[in-house]
């Protein structure tokens, strides 16, 4: 199995990104005008003024440009195509570490007890948990996303994508080609190649949710027509966070927040990351584009035994985010590990918030609502490596 590991590097005496296997990261790093154009729809490139991206002006010497959205992965099936989500009839496995028959067999090609049943993460091995019911943000829930935030200066560019899901791979062979976050990165380069996008620009990561979507395929997978929709998505985040760029200043700052992580299990050790680190793109009226943070605890609260897709803190501390900045907010998973997450103080008016909603309150009311350091003369880099790493546990 080929693992790739991504190093952005992006604004420059602000924050090293990197994206490995099971996190991401953010930490400090030592440390004109972009004149570059936009690819919109087909490839065509335009100006950024053209596109109504930014102003056309020059930028401040402590400025990029800066955009953010966000695109439901709610399932659409389309039933004029013959898409089906079934939510009945679908495997549940209630002992999965302890049955013989549901250890994985990939030799008939993708592991999926049936082809129109979502299954999520769960917990264990095997098919344990399909998803019967939606996190819906329209009844009151936090939803599941794709969530991108774009930066861009001096003709270089890196797009952050996370995604509420378990896991992501970056090719697939049978499940769905071509949908794979390399297929994407590589699609996603040609269309803005005019903006200076490379494969290297696109780093995807995904919250490690339990109880969101399984893209891996191991624990029973997903429907053809719900995978290439969520990978729609994936590039549609992107797309809106490029085309919503505009000239923004960006504060960045590392907050103690040991309390709301401890380690899993005692039988070994692992370097502990007792910090959230952040940043915070503000526009030229001041008003927030996007909070990133990074922190490593797994998202591992949400009882999948409902059945319920669901996007555990990480969503919570996204939706806290915006409430609180406004703009789009997201959190990476950093090296989860051995860590997972302890919950987070009381919410004040929600006495009987279980421990996933208290730990994304938490971690996003850690972040201070003024302050940070300015990023100053931001310079925009991204290189990305690969190496073959063999399948350990």
């Known amino acids: 199995m080929r693992v790739r590991h ?21 930490a400090p790093v030592p440390g004109a005008d972009p004149g570059a154009t936009l690819a919109v729809g087909n490839a065509v490139p335009v100006s950024l003024a053209d596109a109504g991206v930014g102003t056309g002006e020059a930028l401040g010497a402590d400025e990029a440009l800066v955009g953010a959205a966000k695109v439901s992965i709610k399932p659409q099936p389309d039933a004029a195509e013959g898409e089906v989500w079934q939510r009945e009839g679908c495997a549940v496995i209630t002992n999965p570490q302890s049955s013989a028959d549901h250890v994985a067999d990939f030799s008939g090609g993708p592991w999926a007890e049936n082809p129109n049943c979502i299954y999520m993460g769960g917990y264990g091995i095997g098919p344990t948990n399909p998803v019967r019911t939606w996190d819906d943000e329209d009844d009151g829930g936090y939803g599941l996303w794709s969530r991108s935030v774009a930066v861009s200066r001096g003709g270089q560019l890196v797009v952050l994508t996370i995604l509420d899901a378990v896991y992501y791979f970056g090719e697939y062979r049978t499940m769905c080609p071509g949908c794979g976050a390399f297929d994407l990165a590589n699609d996603l380069a040609e269309d803005y190649a005019a903006l200076g996008a490379t494969p290297s620009s696109f780093v995807f990561a995904s919250t490690h949710s339990h109880t969101a979507p399984d893209f891996i395929g191991g624990w029973g997978g997903v429907p053809r027509w719900y995978h290439e929709q969520v990978a729609e998505a994936m590039k549609r985040s992107v797309a809106d966070a490029l085309a919503s760029m505009r000239p923004a200043t960006i504060v960045a700052g590392e907050t103690l927040a040991r309390a709301f992580n401890s380690e899993r299990r005692d039988n070994y050790r692992s370097a502990e990351d007792p910090t959230l ?18 922190y490593a605890a797994h998202a591992v609260s949400v009882s999948a035994g409902a059945g319920k897709a669901h996007a555990d803190y990480p969503a919570v501390f996204a939706r806290r985010a915006e409430d609180r900045f406004g703009g789009v907010g997201m959190v990476f998973q950093a090296g989860l590990g051995n860590m997972s997450p302890r919950s987070g103080p009381p919410i004040a008016g929600k006495p009987d918030a279980p421990n996933w909603e208290r730990q994304g309150y938490g971690l996003a009311d850690a972040i201070p609502a003024t302050g940070g350091t300015l990023v100053t003369s931001p310079d925009v880099r991204v290189r990305s490596e690969f190496w073959d790493q063999p399948v350990t546990n």
Do not use: Y
Not at 9 to 20: D, E, K
């Open 6 to 26: 991504v190093l952005t590097v992006f604004v420059s005496s602000m924050l090293v990104v990197g994206a490995a296997w099971a996190g991401i990261g953010l």
């Open 277 to 294: 680190a952040w940043f915070r793109a503000l526009d030229r009226d001041q008003q927030t584009i996007a909070t990133v943070g990074a």
